[in-house]
């Protein structure tokens, strides 16, 4: 599939920040699909199977290698920058880039979390957004539950803007949300 016209080229340098790098997506990485896919929360939120098979995990590494020529925005592989293996995933979404918005999402295998991946991934993504003239505004929506997430979105700088009452659906049920964003201007 070709490109779409309306996204910004793919990095050139792959953003990065800290012990990680953001690359695009390998067959190699399936161990970080399988693993991803265990974890009683990510299933929930995306298109990985919960307990993937190697097929379903394949498929779903292709899916994101597909998310930028769709037109959907930016999928990258989290790899440890010290030995390129893959250990999460993180998305800057740009749908709504036309608007100056953008969203962003993240997920770090079980076995690589409490290392500060997630916010050194969020901040070279947030740093790469800031490339695109036209974002102005990075969004994030966390479930309160997930205390988490919540610290990876401070220890990146992002700021917490309210409560999102039933914005999302998640497993069948609508869920809240907390809003943080972080802005280019502040």
């Known amino acids: 599939m070709p490109p779409d016209p309306s996204l910004p080229p793919w990095p050139a340098v792959p953003p990065a920040h800290g012990p990680v790098v953001l690359r695009a997506f390998t067959p190699a990485d399936l161990p970080l699909a399988l693993e991803l896919s265990t974890d009683p929360y990510v299933p929930s939120i995306g298109t990985l199977p919960a307990h993937a098979s190697e097929a379903e995990a394949a498929d779903w590494i292709v899916r994101q290698r597909g998310r930028w020529a769709e037109g959907a925005g930016f999928s990258f592989a989290v790899a440890e920058a010290a030995t390129g293996r893959a250990v999460g995933s993180i998305g800057l979404w740009l749908r709504q880039l036309p608007d ?87």
């Open 100 to 186: 100056g918005r953008a969203t962003a999402g993240y997920a770090i295998t079980p076995s690589a979390r409490g290392r500060g991946l997630a916010a050194a991934a969020l901040v070279a993504v947030t740093g790469f957004g800031w490339t695109i003239p036209e974002l102005h505004r990075v969004e994030l929506h966390i479930e309160p539950w997930n205390a988490g997430s919540v610290r990876t979105a401070e220890s990146a700088g992002y700021v917490r803007e309210g409560l999102l009452r039933r914005h999302t659906e998640i497993a069948g049920r609508r869920r809240d949300m907390l809003l943080y964003a972080a802005d280019r201007g502040g």
